[in-house]
């Protein structure tokens, strides 16, 4: 699955497990979440690129810990992290006892496929349904320092997805239009992307306005 599809599940994952438990897990992390399996890119050729990140055997400890350390939000974040591993063994498969054992695990539906498309597509357009009514949308439609934050997602996809076209030696233009289902998953990115980069402007305008204003008088005892 694209970064597109794995921000978009990640999303839903945390919030609805966060809403289970009563916490609400900051909406750039419930984004980042499940990116974050796929940061081996950035490491790439130190780690081999869907191995040690893509395994359970490494995930579910490190989710444990976020668990027990952080409670509620560390479980919503968990959420998102594994999201990525269902995703991936649906289009794909996932290596769950790397490094133990090189086992593939997944129904390989493939990538791109109108399957996968439907998958990305879907997520992005249930996490814009489901931003309305948590009311997240705030952080893009209203000017407030917390928005900034959705700078870290944004980032990580962007860069992510140049690094991997770029690893793969392909032309991002000629890839994004190569098929007609690839065609629709680029202009999720676009939403997704132009989305998020709409709520960081709206998260430095607040830090500037913030910025000017003057600091309050000191108290006369
Ligand atoms: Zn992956």
């Known amino acids: 699955m694209f970064l597109l599809g794995h921000s978009c599940w990640s999303y839903l994952f945390s919030k609805l497990t966060g809403r289970q438990v009563k916490v609400n897990l900051p909406s750039y992390m419930a984004l980042l979440a499940g990116v974050l399996p796929d940061f081996d890119i950035y490491f790439k050729p130190l780690i081999q690129h869907h191995t040690y990140t893509h ?3 490494i ?4 989710c444990a810990v976020l668990v027990i350390r952080f409670k509620g939000l560390g479980l919503a974040f968990s959420a998102g992290i594994l999201s990525h ?9 996932i290596p769950p006892l790397y490094p133990l054992s090189n086992f593939q695990l997944g129904i390989s539906l493939g990538l791109p496929s109108p399957v996968d498309t439907v998958l ?3 997520a992005l357009g249930l996490v814009l349904v489901l931003a309305y009514l948590n009311g997240d949308y705030k952080l ?3 000017s407030q320092c917390e928005s900034v934050y959705l ?3 944004m980032v990580s996809i962007v860069t992510l997805t140049l690094l991997f076209a770029g690893d793969n030696n392909v032309s991002l233009a000629a890839f994004a239009f190569s098929r007609k289902a690839l065609t629709l998953i ?3 990115h676009v939403v997704l992307i132009g989305t998020l980069g709409l709520g960081v402007v709206q998260g ?3 830090i500037i306005v913030e910025g000017k204003q003057p600091a309050p008088a000191p108290q006369v005892p």
Request: charged content about 15%; cysteine-free.
């Open 140 to 142: 893009v439609t209203e």
């Open 151 to 153: 700078v870290i997602p």
């Open 55 to 57: 395994s359970l055997i």
């Open 120 to 122: 990305e597509a879907g």
């Open 204 to 206: 430095v305008r607040a």
């Open 85 to 93: 591993l269902v995703a991936d063994s649906i289009v794909g498969t």
């Open 59 to 62: 995930l579910l400890p490190v």
């Open 186 to 188: 680029t202009l999720g």
